[in-house]
């Protein structure tokens, strides 16, 4: 199994740029998960699926989108990048209550 | 939200010595978890802990669930090179893991000097 897998790993963009960073899990998880790690201040949550068509804010959703319009997949999108969203991105899924598996990060710089 | 003072921030120690850490939170949880993140890497469970009390072991390392259900700990005993990563702990106010009401601490970064 491959867990979670988020694309692309790394990316640079140019502020006011958008980009959509994709994750899927083969887990058959119901709830997935987008979180943000900047050196300091350990892992935020951005936005959250309890299954698919549904979404919910976190504690950083400003400036970020979702959608989970199937299952596996949970899609992170940044409509105008700005330097302030460079960070390294975790994409993580589980089952309702159980510990969450994350997968391996988007290293993403904005200029 | 509540919030989870782990420490240290960093340790350096020598390869072979035991490693403590900690997390405290003013407020009660019914989960914690610890995680591990290699350089480059997502963080991976190590171990998860749901009853007040509670130690586990996983190989060399050793978590504990505070009786007063506010604070955990996790040891390493006789650590090796490839112990080096951030080490998190989450407490979650559930019985689990997954959804909101899931909190992580900042991180302890553990460097080993051979």
């Known amino acids: 199994n491959a867990g979670v897998t988020q694309t692309p790993k790394f990316r640079v963009l140019k502020t006011g740029q958008s980009m959509t960073l994709l994750c899927a899990q083969d887990?058959?998880?119901?709830?997935m998960y987008w979180y943000r790690q900047d050196p300091g201040m350990g892992l935020r949550l951005i936005h959250y699926?309890?299954?698919?068509?549904?979404?919910a804010k976190g504690e950083v959703p400003d400036g970020y989108n979702v959608s989970r319009l199937k299952k596996q997949n949970f899609l992170l999108g940044l409509e105008s990048a700005a330097p302030s969203q460079t960070s390294v991105y975790f994409c993580?899924?589980?089952?309702?209550?159980?510990?969450?598996?994350f997968g391996n990060g988007t290293r993403l710089t904005v200029t | 939200g509540q919030q989870l003072n782990q420490s240290p921030q960093s340790m350096f120690i020598q390869e072979g010595e035991d490693v403590s850490m900690n997390c405290t939170s003013s407020?009660?949880?019914?989960?914690w978890l610890w995680y591990k993140q290699d350089p480059g890497e997502g963080p991976v469970l190590l171990i998860a802990?749901?009853?007040?009390?509670e130690l586990t072991s996983n190989g060399r390392l050793t978590a504990q669930f505070g009786i007063t259900r506010k604070d955990s700990f996790l040891n390493i005993s006789a650590s090796i090179p490839s112990d080096v990563g951030i080490y998190f702990c989450?407490?979650?106010?559930?019985?689990?893991?997954?959804?909101?009401?899931?909190?992580f601490g900042k991180g302890t970064h553990l460097i080993i000097q051979p």
């Open positions: 993580a899924s589980s089952y309702s209550y159980s510990p969450l598996h």
């Open positions: 887990m058959n998880h119901e709830y």
């Open positions: 699926s309890v299954g698919e068509g549904t979404t």
């Open positions: 407020s009660i949880f019914n989960t």
């Open positions: 802990l749901y009853k007040a009390g």
């Open positions: 989450a407490g979650h106010e559930g019985k689990g893991g997954g959804a909101d009401g899931l909190t």
